[in-house]
């Protein structure tokens, strides 16, 4: 069983649309954090999010952790090529927060 | 600032013949340290991970093994890779100010043929 489930697997759209990706999970967490991975890179950190129901923004990207801190969204608008790539949720974990488990990733396409 | 630094970045290996993959970082002290696999553009999943010199902690069995034997530096080892060894290796250090959050290195890529 996926401590973490994003959802959709895959998502393919024209630039320009709106979008929201998620994660989910069954379990409490004290954080989350999104990371963007492009091919043949490292996944690079967006935002950690820490308080139930709070919401980040990061230019177009919003962030959202649910007010039970058991999942969280990304919602893009007016999506851009740039945004192509694959989206990972985190959580911490292990004694002492040392570990990070991701979640089964976002595969986003933008389509120009 | 910090840097982590992966090599190779490609490593085509046949069966049965041994692994090195090298991790530094640079701009930082007593890292933690950790070294993932991903297969084909899912998520990643943790190997090793350490605290620091000459401790580490395997999350799952397998054909590989990692050593500690710099502050800055980790390395994942095998003495026979198999088939299911190929895949995309990223180290990560966490520490410092960042606490929460991991920074990883450009990957190695490895191919078993």
């Known amino acids: 069983t996926q401590l973490l489930e994003q959802s959709p697997q895959f998502l393919s759209i024209q630039e320009g649309e709106n979008l929201t990706v998620y994660c989910n999970s069954s379990?409490?967490?004290?954080?989350l954090q999104w990371y963007r991975q492009e091919p043949g890179e490292g996944p690079v950190l967006l935002v950690t999010v820490v308080t139930g129901g709070e919401v980040k923004k990061l230019k177009r990207l919003t962030f959202q952790f649910g007010d039970a801190r058991k999942d969280s969204s990304l919602h893009i608008t007016a999506a851009q090529p740039g945004d192509t790539g694959l989206y990972l949720c985190?959580?911490?974990?292990?004694?002492?927060?040392?570990?990070?488990?991701f979640g089964t990733g976002t595969r986003l396409t933008i389509i120009p | 600032s910090q840097t982590i630094h992966q090599w190779p970045a490609t490593l085509v290996q046949p069966v049965g013949s041994p692994l090195s993959l090298e991790c530094t970082v640079e701009g930082t002290s007593n890292p933690n340290l950790y070294w993932y696999r991903q297969a084909a553009g899912r998520g990643l999943q943790l190997l090793f991970y350490s605290v620091g010199i000459g401790q580490i902690s395997s999350e799952v069995p397998q054909n590989l093994s990692a050593s500690r034997p710099q502050d800055r530096q980790f390395i994942l080892s095998s003495k026979k890779l198999l088939l299911s060894d190929s895949g995309f290796y990223l180290c990560?250090?966490?520490?410092?100010?960042?606490?929460?959050?991991?920074?990883f290195g450009p990957g190695t890529r490895l191919t078993v043929l």
């Open positions: 985190a959580v911490q974990g292990g004694f002492g927060n040392e570990k990070l488990t």
């Open positions: 990560a250090w966490k520490g410092g100010r960042a606490w929460r959050e991991q920074f």
């Open positions: 379990s409490v967490f004290s954080s």
